[in-house]
């Protein structure tokens, strides 16, 4: 069954970015106004919809790879993440961090 | 006030004495060199406006005298002898009249000059003093005084003692404290600190500099200190606006290095021309992209919010790290590149931090040298330190700018008047980055033949 991946990022361009990068990878996206099954977040911590996507899940938030325009010491990273990357990270970086979350 | 009634006193005891004299010497018969005698004092001491009064007076009481006694029998008065004595009167009246108001005009200029003086320092916002050469306050304005009381510094003893007595009061005592016994001892130059009170966020910033007798001895300090509470509050703000547009800057430069790594994957598919812009727009986004970073940087080493990730560090290893990484753009400019090492000690560093020092001292001497000239990197240990020097051969930094190199967004203009591309960030950046670990950076450069910055790291013992 193919993986979804949930994409939580406010800017458009970005968005549209993460969505091709993560079709490559072979995995199915996930808006973030959707509900379903999801089996990892790409992410803005730092934005209002990355925020409210993750009160959503609560304490089942499947792991998380944040994308953030703030560094890791700005405290924006939530309990379920796996991979902090700041922007711009390369499309490279953004799929080796969701091929670990998969363990592929 | 107190001036006007003091000469209407002088005045009228002069007079006085005048005509008490008059009459003595009308009555006793005293000659005329005898009376000037008598007389000179007291017309010198009305010696004012009232002079040439005192003096008509004087003139035409002795003629009427002289018209009494003629008409009186039995009196018999010298009219010669009275013509002379008013004549010589009259004259020492007009005399000292003149001299009285000359003396008194440019008392009052001297004292329009001392009192236009005191409001000036006094109106000023700064406190200001003015110290002999054991620092024993001379003058000192109204606004140091007020500063004094706010600030809880005493108000007797020399300068750098009352600056000592308020070290446990300061937001880092110990550096405070050490820095004024610096002060204290320098004589020659003139030096700018900032220093804040602690718990209140109050920050002032004091000067001093010798003051020169007219001969050129040396003749004291003077001192200023201002508050700049308001100063560092908007270096603060424009500091936290520069931190949100840098990360705001993060998304759109995210979107572009993203889809240009696409387009990249699909650059056969471009022409010739295609692939050209690609590159160019590739570099553009690096340097935003680099510009970002430091900016990021540059507001967190601001902020004091830098944490080195310490660790050994062989500084001959990182350097020839540098140096390999930058040899391809040194050949590409035709720049001989030569890293000199032997075997400093190991120093506790941050690795990543002090790599982004050297990348940026080495791609800066290869940035301001010209094809044909040379790139000279050398470590080694000095006193049991470590001791990097990046020297060039090009361009340099004219003299009376090599004081601001390390400032923020400076750039030399040597570099501008070039186009050579940059932010002023590097060498600040770096500075900050080695004073953190403790070591030193010093730049000397001469204009047109070269420049040499070295660096000192304290090794781990």
Redesign the interface.
Known sequence: MTRRVLIAEP?Q??R??LE??VRRLGYETVAANEHGNVDAMLLEPACAMGRSVLRRFGADAPPVVC?S???R?DGFEPAASVAYL???????EIADALRNVFGV | MQVARRRYFVTFVAVAGLAATWGLMMAFGWSSKLGIVTFAPWVALIGFDLGLLGGALAAGSSIGLWVIANHTSGVSVDAAQIAIRTGTMLALAVGSALAGRRLRTSEEAQRTVVSLQSALIDSTLDGICLTDEDGEVLISNRPLRRISVEVGLPLSGTVPERLLAVADKMAEPERYRERMRELAKVTGTSTIDEFEVAGTGRVFRGYTAPVSNPDGSFAGRVWTLREVTADRELDRMRDAFVATVSHELRTPLTSISGFLEMMQEEEQELGESGRHYLEVIRRGTERLHALVEDLLLIAQIEAKRVELQLGPVDVAELTSRSVEAMRPSASDKGVTLELVTDHPPIVQGDRNRLTQVLDNLVSNAIKFTDGGGAVTVSVASADGDVRLVVADTGIGVPVEEQGQVFSRFFRASTATRLAIPGTGLGLSISRALIEQHGGTITLTSAEGEGTQVVVTLPSES
Do not use: M, R
């Open positions: 800017d361009d970005v549209e970015l091709l990068t994308l325009i703030y560094p010491e700041v922007k711009p990270a390369s499309s490279n």
